[in-house]
């Protein structure tokens, strides 16, 4: 079982690079989600997509901008990356709250490590 | 706004101890809690998930509670081992108020199972 991928695992850019993160998963859910981790900061939600051609702002959604290209996979995009992006970045899928399985557990990917220099 | 606290932040205790971590959250309004667990580098495993219409929920060696109306969840873990020794962290799932809906999550509790 893949479950949720992230592509890729660790990425340097310099300030003004841009870049794409990948993630996709395998287990048909609706909602997608993606987080950033800092340390001190904890988890923050950076975007949310309830299903295919949606998407919401979360917490920290400056810089950033996402794309559901279809039900299994949700992209993160760094237009001009700074050094304030320098974090963990985190996938996360699950069945959304009033679907049959609405108490689902969100599963993670295991995170794509970035650096701006 | 909800706010999820997880206190200690760090927990060290010695191989076979039973063990309580805590979290709160400030307003009541959840659909769910569920806990994680991190190892270093590693991303987010699931360990429980309790409704919010529940009182507890068992897996193995693991044990978490949940009383909604106080704000409060424990997770219990009995005849801790080395291989427990990770970052776990609470989050509950909400709505916000522009229909959306997220996981609010503490900073997390780093245990060390010592030998």
């Known amino acids: 079982n893949a479950g949720v991928t992230q592509t890729p695992k660790f990425q340097v850019l310099k300030t003004g690079q841009s870049m794409t993160l990948q993630c996709a998963q395998d287990?048909?859910?609706?909602?997608m989600y993606w987080y950033r981790q800092d340390p001190g900061m904890g988890l923050r939600l950076i975007y949310y997509?309830?299903?295919?051609?949606?998407?919401d702002k979360g917490e920290v959604p400056n810089g950033y901008n996402v794309s559901r290209l279809n039900k299994r996979e949700f992209s993160l995009r760094l237009e001009s990356a700074a050094p304030s992006q320098t974090s963990v970045y985190f996938c996360?899928?699950?069945?959304?709250?009033?679907?049959?399985?609405?108490?689902?557990?969100?599963?993670f990917g295991n995170g794509t490590r970035l650096t701006v220099t | 706004k909800q706010e999820v606290t997880q206190i200690p932040a760090a927990l060290s205790v010695p191989e076979g101890e039973n063990l309580v971590l805590n979290c709160s959250f400030t307003?009541?309004?959840?659909?769910?809690l569920q806990w994680f667990r991190q190892d270093p580098g590693k991303g987010l495993t699931s360990l429980l998930l309790?409704?919010?219409?529940?009182r507890e929920q068992t897996s193995g060696r693991l044990n978490a509670s949940l009383d909604k109306s106080s704000g409060r969840s424990t997770l219990y873990i009995a005849a801790s081992q080395p291989g427990d020794s990770a970052t776990y962290l609470c989050?509950?799932?909400?709505?916000?108020?522009?229909?959306?809906?997220?996981?609010?999550f503490g900073k997390g509790t780093k245990l060390t199972v010592n030998p």
């Open positions: 996360a899928s699950s069945h959304p709250i009033g679907a049959t399985q609405y108490n689902s557990p969100l599963h």
């Open positions: 287990m048909n859910h609706n909602s």
């Open positions: 997509s309830a299903s295919e051609g949606t998407t």
């Open positions: 307003d009541s309004a959840i659909y769910n």
């Open positions: 309790i409704q919010s219409s529940q």
């Open positions: 989050a509950v799932r909400l709505i916000t108020q522009g229909g959306s809906e997220k996981l609010v």
